[in-house]
T-cell receptor, first 116, second 113 residues
């Protein structure tokens, strides 16, 4: 399977704990995105990497959130001091330039975070 | 800013045709895309319209009118497996040529036997 993979698929954590999610994009894609999705809503953009460079971060991304993409391959998203409002599905997507006007992205199955 | 409006839910019967509308407001426009998401699944790219008109891909077609800031997704010969959420999306503003997407809230399609 050469799709986008995310790990773990589910995470339950206590409020105040730190969590880290991993995303492995499609290998030939140099663009990687993180989105957050809550029930009944569309995905909301969090951050974007081109190769190893983090080129854009949403204002939704508080200072408790940090993302990395060392070596331009896999990416991690860390949330520190989790809050109940962080409960959501965290989706990773990758793409290559030019596909469908730069709008065709391949999404992973997501990591569902529940903060209790 | 960017905003997209689409109906929250639509119900149709197997074999029928359904149209899901999307209106958008954007600063800078690079085309309209559609994604499908089954319950618990990943969003999957369906189609893209960069120019006005109809794009057809099998049972699915997508239409764009840039002058009306409007598009729709047309699903024909509905099947039970088409029950899913459908999102319209546009590229968000950026200074880096990236492809960040702004999504609508989604339309939940229920196909009944």
């Amino acid at each position: 399977d050469t799709g986008v993979s995310q790990d773990p698929r589910h995470k339950i954590t206590k409020r105040g704990q730190n969590v880290t999610f991993r995303c492995d994009p499609i290998s030939e894609h140099n663009r990687l995105y993180w989105y957050r999705q809550t029930l009944g809503q569309g995905p909301e953009f969090l951050t974007y990497f081109q190769n190893e460079a983090q080129l854009e971060k949403s204002r939704l991304l508080s200072d408790r959130f940090s993302a990395e993409r060392p070596k331009g391959s896999f990416s991690t998203l860390e949330i520190q001091r989790t809050e109940q409002g962080d409960s959501a599905m965290y989706l990773c997507a990758s793409s290559h330039p030019g596909a469908a006007g730069n709008t065709e992205a391949f999404f992973g199955q997501g990591t569902r975070l529940t903060v209790v | 800013g960017q905003s997209l409006e689409q109906p929250s839910e639509v119900t149709a019967v197997e074999g029928a045709i359904v149209q899901i509308n999307c209106t958008y407001q954007t600063s800078g426009f690079y085309g309209l895309s559609w994604y499908q998401q089954h319950d618990g699944g990943a969003p999957t790219f369906l189609s893209y319209n960069g120019l006005d008109g109809l794009e057809e891909t099998g049972r699915f077609s997508s239409f764009l009118s840039r002058s009306d800031s409007y598009g729709y997704l047309l699903l024909q010969e509905l099947q039970m497996k088409d029950s899913a959420s459908y999102f319209c999306a546009v590229r968000g503003p950026s200074n880096n040529q990236g492809g960040k997407l702004i999504f609508g809230q989604g339309t939940e399609l229920s196909v009944k036997p």
